[in-house]
């Protein structure tokens, strides 16, 4: 779009109602995918609208009918250029991306938390887990949105966050201190267990790389906006998750659980442990690939 034709919608658009309408008609014809935490463009081009404003995420409807002035609806266009021009994913815009009803900050070192896990941690895992853990694992933590919820569900608890990546752990040490859990929170650089010599946790959770290197290509245009490491396994996408269930045993304490994801890859995880009796959670906010398997059950 022309700086001229920018002006025209500028000036055109008067309330945060019409930015969102108009930023999601536009998303739907540049084909944008609404694949990182939201179900729609609209969601989308609120949110964004929201945040640009200053206005709670849960505010209603009723505060985007009032006109805007000018800067606000040139900050409005500017982000929605990135969303729709660059294809760069709103968390990476805004700075923030909301898991399990929870605030968490992000950038392009880390993938935009989107994982089902958490309709799990708002169930605190019932009735998955036979205890209420007193330590957890987050493995492949990301930006440690998984592990740190996880930790708030289970006040209790200490939790470790493990991740290959500097760059990841130094977005989940943000977050640790944004939450205030410096207390109960350790960061541990680590090739999944191999930094984590004997240590044992009552839950582990991942939400770790699935996804084949030839898949990681054809995925649209967002996700390259994301590190290629949180996303990549190998040939089959199983390079990761083979690793984890064969070593999580050792680092699981008697009758503690593994818990993950592998999104639509669950037949080839299955196919490389067809002993083991994965559970798989039916999850009604959607999302799929969620597994649940017990210390017994996993591989020796």
């Not at 609120?46 to 009032?66: A, E, I, K, M």
């Not at 392009?108 to 309709?119: F, H, I």
């Not at 410096?182 to 790389?209: C, G, K, M, Q, W």
């Not at 998750?241 to 009758?255: M, N, W």
Request: charged share 25%.
């Amino acid at each position: 779009m022309t700086d001229a034709a920018a002006q025209t919608v500028i000036d055109m658009l008067e309330t945060g109602l019409d930015w969102a309408r108009w930023g999601a008609s536009e998303m739907q014809r540049a084909q944008r995918c609404s694949g990182h935490g939201y179900v729609s463009p609209l969601d989308e081009t609120v949110f964004l609208v929201r945040h640009v404003l200053g206005l709670p995420q849960d505010s209603t409807l009723d505060w985007l009918r009032g006109r805007l002035l000018h800067d606000e609806r040139t900050a409005i266009y500017e982000a929605l250029h990135e969303r729709i021009v660059d294809a760069r994913p709103v968390a990476y815009i805004t700075g923030e991306a909301w898991f399990a009803g929870m605030p968490f900050l992000v950038d392009e070192r880390v993938l935009v938390p989107r994982s089902p896990l958490a309709e799990l941690v708002h169930q605190r895992f019932s009735p998955w887990l036979s205890h209420p853990p007193t330590r957890i694992l987050d493995l492949c933590c990301g930006s440690g949105c998984i592990g740190l919820a996880a930790a708030m569900a289970f006040p209790e608890a200490t939790l470790v966050l493990a991740d290959l990546s500097p760059d990841a752990l130094a977005v989940a040490a943000m977050n640790v201190e944004f939450h205030g859990l410096e207390e109960r929170a350790t960061l541990v650089e680590s090739d999944l267990f191999d930094a984590l010599a004997d240590e044992t946790f009552d839950l582990i959770l991942t939400n770790p790389p699935y996804v084949p290197s030839l898949e990681v290509d054809a995925l649209p245009e967002e996700f390259a906006h994301e590190p290629r490491m949180g996303l990549e396994s190998g040939e089959d996408g199983m390079e990761h998750p083979r690793r984890i269930v064969s070593e999580a045993r050792r680092h699981l304490r008697a009758g503690g659980s593994l818990i993950g994801e592998v999104g639509a890859w669950r037949p080839e995880f299955e196919a490389a442990f067809p002993a083991v009796p994965f559970t798989w959670v039916e999850l009604e906010q959607g999302g799929e690939g969620i597994f649940v398997v017990g210390e017994d059950d996993l591989p020796r």
